[in-house]
């Protein structure tokens, strides 16, 4: 099977209740874990990759990975661009065969990032790919803020229905109290679930995305420590959170920390336990594995995508 856009995946989440993983791509045993874990499942699946993936890993071997990938499985899988600064970045994408992108214009004001997304939506569209986009801020929610800073960081209602009516984008990224990365609450994990209702309200038919929502799952971060990490105090979003965001109505999660913390659990446990060890396939064969177990147990147990494929 070619690779797909969201349209279809997102049409049956919303219809079906269930979310579809959106996982970071950086190297070919991170897109084998995924690919594995969802052809295994029968789930559709989003590879999306970031600028610095981009980067990192050059776009011709990303794509073509992907490709590869296809040719062993017939699951839908989409690949998307995550957090594309600009349309130069977007354009890119979309002439090297991403079927989605993200224009990330939350930094701008209200006008600024209508404007932004509409310049990509009508690029995109014209090329047959869908445009993800974003409206609120994404920062950490800090203990201390009082009540109007903090309502100022999460998504208006009102001004999503007007976003999406303006830009013409196909998909909608929120902010509800997520943040990025492996410290994510200071107390207790709390979203603004109430907010993803109002936006649902006001956007029955817009698939809505969940960014930063890996749950730093504690046994790879202890596992980090155990082996040398010292990566004290992470805490992300718990599963029943997640699960309960798919039933409410958001058709995308995101994760990469979870990924991260995975495969560097699984290398530097093979770095400790044998130290005279130096093929790089005996560390990153374990670590791939760890990549396929979190991906298959976040379709499997928490988003419930499992045999939508
Ligand atoms: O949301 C950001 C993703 O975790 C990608 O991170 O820009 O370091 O690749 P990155
Ligand atoms: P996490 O850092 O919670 O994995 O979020 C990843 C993300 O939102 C990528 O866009
Ligand atoms: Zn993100």
């Known amino acids: 099977m070619p690779l797909v856009t969201t349209k279809e995946m997102f049409e049956k989440s919303m219809k079906e209740h269930f979310a579809i993983g959106a996982f970071n791509v950086n190297n070919m045993e991170i897109i084998q874990g995924i690919v594995d874990a969802a052809h295994e499942e029968q789930s559709p699946v989003i590879l999306q990759a970031s600028s610095g993936a981009i980067k990192y890993a050059r776009i011709n071997y990303l794509t073509k990975m992907v490709e590869a990938a296809l040719q062993e499985t017939n699951i839908p ?114 979203l603004r679930f109430d907010i993803l209702e109002k936006v649902k309200n006001k956007l029955p038919n817009t698939p809505i995305v969940l960014h930063g929502a890996s749950t730093v799952i504690p046994e790879l971060v202890e596992m980090c420590n155990k082996y040398g990490g010292n990566i004290p105090g992470a805490k992300g979003v718990p599963d029943e959170m997640l699960h309960e965001a798919g039933k409410l109505g958001v058709s995308k999660i995101n994760v990469d920390t979870d990924l991260r913390l995975a495969m560097t659990g699984e290398i530097r446990k093979a770095f400790v336990e044998n130290p005279s060890e130096f093929d790089p396939r005996k560390y990153l064969q374990p670590a791939r594995k760890a990549i396929y177990e979190t991906v298959k147990h976040k379709i499997h147990d928490v988003f419930c995508s499992t045999n939508k494929a």
């Open 77 to 190: 899988i989409a690949l998307h661009l995550d957090h594309g600064a600009d349309f130069d970045t977007c354009k890119m994408c979309i002439d090297s065969g991403f079927t989605s992108v993200m224009i990330d214009g939350s930094k701008y004001d209200f006008e600024e990032n209508i404007e932004l997304t509409k310049k990509v939506v009508d690029y995109a569209h014209k090329n047959g790919v869908v445009v993800e986009a974003e409206l609120g801020k994404l920062a950490g929610i800090e203990d201390d803020v009082n009540v109007a800073s903090e309502d100022a960081k999460y998504t208006d209602p009102n001004q999503a229905e007007e976003f999406v009516r303006r830009t013409g984008c196909d998909s909608l990224a929120i902010a509800i109290g997520t943040s990025h990365g492996a410290y994510k609450f200071k107390g207790e994990a709390k």
